[in-house]
């Protein structure tokens, strides 16, 4: 089971818990990540989801995203998916997130690196992601459209392509 930390509309903690799936108090919230790799070519990395998963099983992602947990920070819970998910280890200690997306029941934020990997360096996660590949943002777009992707906003890819060399969001890997 999976707990996180419930927060108010002030994103406070509020001292109280949450379990994940379980439907949250009213006026309470929880925190999540995403991380977006860029490499030098400026396409992204995207995974697939694992057929397993309870929320769009088997749907291209973002490189990575997770929940924050009992007691995690938003750069720790970065930290922790990045090793689980891709098998990178990446210290987010001095990296903020680069915006915050407001969500109904919570926070995003959402990470912008821009890194030089090889996608056979890579240990994925198999109960978590089955495939990884890289994408430009016409193709994100498409796979949006053909609904081979989660549904974002198309504002947002290309934001997060407009965003990508920005200072501050460099990490070796």
């Known amino acids: 089971m999976e707990y996180w930390d419930l927060y108010d509309r002030d994103r406070i903690k509020t001292g109280e818990t949450g379990l994940r799936g379980a439907p949250l108090p009213p006026a309470r919230f929880h925190m999540v990540i995403h991380i977006c790799i860029f490499n030098p070519q400026g396409e992204i990395l995207i995974q697939k989801r694992s057929q397993s998963k309870p929320s769009w099983p088997g749907k291209w992602d973002l490189s990575v995203g997770g929940a924050a947990q009992v007691g995690d920070s938003s750069w720790q819970t970065a930290q922790r998916e ?67 992707f989660l549904p974002y906003y198309h504002s947002l890819i290309s934001m997060l392509f407009e965003m990508r060399f920005a200072k501050g969001m460099m990490a070796s890997g």
């Open 82 to 148: 990045l090793a689980e998910e891709l098998g990178l280890l990446v210290d987010f200690s001095e990296i903020r997130p680069s915006f915050t997306v407001n969500f109904e029941r919570g926070f995003d934020d959402v990470y912008l690196l821009n890194m030089d990997i090889a996608l056979g360096d890579l240990r994925l996660q198999a109960e978590e992601v089955t495939e990884v590949k890289w994408a430009n943002e016409t193709t994100l777009h498409q796979m949006v459209d053909d609904g081979e």
